[in-house]
């Protein structure tokens, strides 16, 4: 493609646009991850109400939400955020942090996911060079910040993120993008039955739900996209990244061991760190096996 080809020969265009692009798409996963959860709440209340079969007084209404309705207001004074309120980064600097209208602080988390989102773009055009099965893999950096965010905040790993990126992995490595079709197939099917073997191992021994079911499904579309042979890496790095910080939770915050703690943030940072120095860690990983 013409457009493609001039912004690769240009590197500081492409940083640039990515950049741009990128911040745009953190303003949007900022929506997706306030939204999704509250879709899926009321989507599950909706169909406990039919399998009830309750009357329609003793059911709950509510105003349908989705990613774009209603529009977005402060949640303190319901000021409608207006256009040029809501450009990333830039409005939060300029608005001083408070809303427009009643100078309430707006959470700095918000400007930050729209940074980092950028910053993770830009790291991984600059990590795995100018090409378009790199573009195709910011959709993977993408989703996986939405997805670590929705997990610490609720222990959710939607079924609307999770499923759809594993198979645009499948896809996408059918016409050779990041590695072979048959790696990614296999990856994506040794993804989901690893976790889902230790998860009912665990709950045999213990009688206990040791993770849920959504870690499957995230798995298996890390190894959709980065196929099989980063799979124990993506394991072993989680794992103790997750119990690091689990014994850390319990040591200075007096975290319950009965408090469940996220794995999926844990997941996709490992994934990310596969697809950006996946090479080097499948012939460090071969190499420690001898294979």
């Not at 690769?8 to 798409?25: D, E, H, K």
Request: net charge negative; proline share 7%.
């Amino acid at each position: 493609m013409p457009a493609l080809d001039t912004l690769f020969a240009t590197p500081w265009t492409l940083y640039v646009a990515v950049a741009l692009i990128s911040l745009c798409i953190g303003s949007f996963l900022n929506v997706v991850i306030l939204r999704l959860p509250k879709m899926m709440e009321q989507d599950w209340r909706c169909q406990c109400e039919e399998f009830l079969e309750l009357p329609d007084s003793q059911r709950n209404p509510q105003e349908p939400i989705t990613l774009s309705k209603p529009a977005s207001t402060c949640p303190s004074c319901g000021h409608k955020i207006r256009a040029w309120e809501n450009i990333p980064v830039v409005s939060y600097l300029l608005l001083g942090g408070k809303c427009a209208s009643c100078k309430t602080g707006i959470s700095p988390r918000y400007p930050l996911i729209e940074a980092l989102t950028a910053l993770l773009s830009i790291a991984t055009i600059a990590l795995l060079g100018p090409t378009e099965s790199t573009l195709w893999a910011l959709l993977l950096v993408w989703a996986l910040v939405a997805l670590t965010v929705i997990d610490f905040d609720t222990q959710l790993l939607p079924d609307s993120i999770t499923l759809p990126l594993m198979w645009l992995g499948l896809v996408l490595n059918y016409f050779g993008g990041l590695t072979d079709f048959t790696s990614a197939f296999w990856g994506a099917v040794a993804g989901y039955l690893s976790l889902w073997s230790v998860y009912w191992l665990f709950k045999l021994i213990t009688g206990k739900e040791g993770m849920g079911h959504g870690d499957f499904k995230l798995l298996a579309a890390l190894g959709a996209w980065l196929g099989w042979q980063l799979l124990p890496a993506i394991i072993l790095l989680s794992s103790l990244v997750g119990a690091v910080v689990g014994i850390g939770l319990m040591v200075f915050r007096k975290h319950g061991r009965e408090v469940p703690i996220p794995f999926g943030p844990y997941l996709a940072a490992a994934g990310l760190l596969c697809l950006w120095f996946g090479p080097a860690i499948q012939d460090f990983w071969f190499g420690f096996l001898g294979v």
